[in-house]
């Protein structure tokens, strides 16, 4: 029995795997209807769901009541998924103005159902945020009658994360009409799969609680262990424009310095909320030429001196051409290009490459559209129509001299670009220290231990200092946006670096490798959010991410993902130092090789309890968030599979009992390090090839 259940897990987690790429190549509807809303899909769960409750038994896990029960959780979150499987409706309702509805279009049937009372649209409005047409919310306000009280009317308002229930129905705001008048509400109708899910959810986390605090855990045990009781108490939970104009280089005419700081400071509208002028500058430059000035000159002097004198800046080559083939097709000979280079007389040279390319998904299509945006930006500043300033009749509230001083002095202070330069630096000279002092530590002189603990006490001070930067940096930003950032990919790879030196910090006095780990991965985070196509520019949220749910949800994932990079670290030296034993078999040096290996297993082991436990915790209260948003606690959009595929990777792992081969060091760290494959999927994988859904993640 347990090598067919072994056997199903691994085609469940294969096929969940394989679908989200068949539903990229065949579409959502074709999966939903053939994979996932199919009853071998259920027998499938269902299958694996009773051979555990069978194994439990078996194993009489009654008697190890923290593991039943968390098990116990897991089966009822099936049986919850199963009733709304079997007993749920969903549909839709298009309401207008004035018109009464008393049925609902059912989804996956297409017929009309009934509804136990009547519902009417009394108006619809979009609400933006303040002096922008940046849409805030949608709302829908309703009138509807109880069953048998036709007579009595009552009102209520639907909106984005403000849901409408009544007899077991429950209404979400899902889209409008083109002429803003008519509301579009999702409907969904659970009376018990719902509730029994969330029972589950509960369940859950009591259970993942218990488990860590139980004196009777093997989580207890583990930290118990003789190995790692040095060093003091082990911390693990981390709760965590005009006037005189002067010469610059080549003559280019622009504002002097003490206007454009200035400048700077006036405030306007930009990316639908109140910015100062700076932030407006600095994001046209870099979007321009890839640099946050332009030949020593502020952004601010480059865009007053193209505002007096266009006839000048046009012939200066500063629009940033990466892409070789359009550099040719443009006669370029260098990635620069002047705004003349792009057009021969009235004639847009752009467009005829453009329509050729159309549609296509290579790199030349991608480059022309990205060349024809920063045109569009300077034509737009041209035409005046790139500036918002502040209305004046007091419809938009500005910002306070403190709020103006501290998005400058974020602007000002590239805390990306600094920290992870300086952290990877840090974290390869650290490593290397670690590497030789594990690998030596028999053999060195009083003076070279000298030496070695006084680089540890500088490389310990800069990680403090490397965590207070980047905190600072991120509360700014915090400050400015008024939210917590945490609404995009750029935000969450910042957050996932600031957990991972915060952990860091924490732990590396009693865990000597735990320093370069923190460096390192804190430095290839920052490394990939200032690289990558995530935008740093500070946005309004959507109004679907309006919620409280957002910040509690991602915290949570992101905090499990930097405790399993440190795992997948932890794996890598270990097999370093053990295939430095192999290599160097000196007896002396086997019982302090074998200590530091079962310590890194130790410590692996320990800290997957909470990287488990926070991904699960973080993937049902998603769960949660997507219900009260959309209607639905699992789409089974491929961010979600790949989170429970990672869930259900990494789950096997405590499994070593009745896995024996999880007890041998080597396959458990090999594991580890292949497991933050499915971590490096959800988070990169998904976002760049198989979109969603959470798409919204890259924006």
């Known amino acids: 029995m347990k090598r067919l259940l072994i056997i199903l897990y691994i085609c469940l987690v294969g096929l969940l795997a394989v679908t ?16 996932y809303h199919t009853c071998w899909f259920c027998c499938l769960w269902g299958t694996i769901a009773t051979i555990a409750l069978v194994a439990l038994i078996r194993r009489a896990l009654w008697r190890r009541f923290p593991i039943l029960l968390f098990h116990g959780s897991l089966l009822v979150i099936l049986v919850g998924a199963m009733i709304t499987f079997i007993g749920s ?76 229930t009544s007899q077991g129905f429950r209404f ?81 005419p622009a504002l002097k310095q003490t206007q454009a700081d200035s400048l700077a400071q006036e405030q306007v509208i930009y990316h639908d909320r109140v910015v100062p002028f700076n932030t407006l500058a600095r994001d046209f430059i870099q979007k321009l030429t890839g640099e946050a000035s332009y030949k020593g000159l502020t952004p601010e002097q480059v865009i007053g001196g193209w505002l007096l004198y266009p006839e000048v800046w046009r012939n200066e080559p500063l629009i940033y051409i990466k892409n070789t083939e359009l550099q040719h097709l443009l006669n370029l000979q260098t990635p620069y ?98 590497l030789h002092n594990s690998l030596q530590r028999n053999i060195l002189s009083p003076k070279a231990k000298t030496i070695s603990r006084t680089a540890g006490t500088f490389f310990s001070v800069a990680l403090y ?36 030196l915060l952990i860091a910090c924490l732990l590396h006095r009693r865990f000597s490798f735990i320093l370069p780990f923190g460096f390192l991965l804190s430095g290839f985070a920052l490394l990939v959010s200032y690289l990558g196509q995530m ?96 209607g639905r606690y699992w789409a089974w959009d491929p961010k979600e599979v790949w989170a429970l595929i990672t869930f259900l990777v990494y789950g096997v792992a405590f499994h070593s009992q009745s896995l024996r081969i999880f007890r041998k060091p080597l396959f458990f760290h090999i594991y580890m390090i292949l497991a933050f494959l499915t971590v490096l999927m959800t988070y990169f994988g998904v976002n760049y090839v198989l979109g969603g859904m959470h798409s919204y993640a890259n924006a």
């Open 20 to 35: 989200t790429f068949v539903e990229q190549a065949y579409g959502t509807d074709f999966v939903e209807r053939n994979i």
């Open 89 to 164: 409706k969903k549909g839709y309702v298009h309401l207008l103005p004035g018109a009464t509805i008393d049925s609902f279009q059912e989804s996956e049937s297409g017929r009309k159902a009934d509804l136990p009372f009547t519902i009417q649209l009394d108006s619809f409005r979009i609400a933006y945020y303040p002096g922008t047409e940046a849409p805030a919310d949608y709302i829908s306000y309703i009138t509807y009658s109880l069953p048998g009280q036709k007579n009595v009317l009552l009102h209520e308002q639907i909106s984005m994360n403000r849901i409408f």
């Open 172 to 252: 979400y705001q899902s889209s409008f009409d083109d002429d803003g008048k008519g509301s579009w509400l999702t409907v969904n109708y659970d009376p018990w799969g719902t509730g029994v899910t969330y029972a589950g959810y509960i369940l859950l986390g009591l259970s993942m609680i218990w488990l860590l605090f139980s004196r009777s855990s093997d989580f207890r045990r583990l930290l118990n262990h003789p190995l790692l009781k040095k060093g003091g108490v082990f911390i693990l939970f981390i709760f965590c424009l005009a006037g005189n104009m002067q010469a610059q280089k080549k003559l280019l």
């Open 337 to 434: 290009a002047r705004l003349t280079d792009l057009f021969d007389g009235s004639v847009y040279r752009l467009r005829e490459h453009w329509q050729r390319e159309q549609g296509q998904q290579n790199k030349l299509a991608k480059a022309i559209q990205e060349t024809d945006e920063k045109v569009g930006l300077i034509l737009m500043l041209e035409k005046g129509t790139f500036i918002h300033p502040l209305p004046t009749d007091g419809s938009v509230q500005p910002l306070s001299e403190l709020e103006v001083k501290a998005e400058l002095l974020y602007n000002r202070i590239p805390f990306s670009k600094i920290l992870f330069m300086i952290n990877l630096s840090l974290g390869v000279l650290s490593f290397l220290l670690l």
């Open 465 to 500: 200092l490397a965590f207070i930067f980047h905190l600072a940096g991120y509360c700014l930003r915090w400050y400015i946006g008024g939210r917590i950032p945490l609404s995009n990919g750029y935000e969450t790879m910042q957050f996932m670096a600031l957990c991972i």
């Open 535 to 630: 935008n740093p520019q500070i946005t309004p949220l959507m109004p679907v991410l309006v919620s409280p749910w957002l910040s509690i949800h991602v915290s949570l994932i992101m905090m499990s993902y930097a405790l399993l990079a440190f795992i997948m670290l932890n794996g890598i030296l270990a097999l370093c130092l053990r295939k430095k034993e192999s290599e160097n078999n000196v007896s002396g040096n086997d019982a302090i090789q074998d200590n530091r290996i079962e310590q890194l297993t130790l410590v692996s082991r320990l800290l997957l309890y909470p990287a488990t436990f926070f991904l699960g915790a973080g993937i049902f209260l998603g769960a949660v968030w997507a219900n009260v948003s959309w």
